[in-house]
């Protein structure tokens, strides 16, 4: 059989900032603990090969700061309207939080094989 690969956005502590736990929370309630999410997987039929954390430098160099460096054309090419605005202020906000907070969560890589 075939290995699947899952990443999922996953908390890496049991306790976290409840400022943090809020916006997950209302952002995507779905985000749980590793162990949770293996035992969703294994409720669906497949059994794990293995499991890692996504390094800082993934968020950042790669996700974050690339989105950030086109923040201005963005808004540029849409006017400058209060909607873009509100995508902005919505992704700058996750990236301050990050940045503040990032030892609690990342993206959880899953593999996973259907048995």
């Known amino acids: 059989?075939?290995?699947?690969?899952?990443?999922?956005?996953?908390?890496?502590?049991?306790?976290?900032?409840?400022?943090?736990?809020?916006?997950?929370?209302?952002?995507?309630?779905?985000?749980?603990?590793?162990?949770?999410?293996?035992?969703?997987?294994?409720?669906?039929?497949?059994?794990p090969e293995g499991y890692f954390v996504l390094p800082v430098h993934c968020w950042l160099e790669n996700y974050y700061r690339p989105m950030q460096s086109r923040f201005d054309a963005f808004l540029e090419r849409h006017g400058h309207s209060d909607q873009a605005k509100a995508i902005v202020n919505a992704e700058r906000h996750e990236i301050a939080l990050y940045e503040r907070f990032r030892d609690y969560y990342s993206y959880g890589v899953y593999v996973a094989k259907k048995v």
């Open 1 to 47: 059989m075939e290995n699947s690969l899952f990443s999922e956005i996953t908390w890496l502590s049991a306790a976290r900032p409840s400022e943090l736990q809020s916006h997950w929370e209302t952002e995507y309630p779905e985000i749980d603990v590793a162990s949770a999410k293996i035992r969703h997987l294994e409720r669906h039929g497949y059994s």
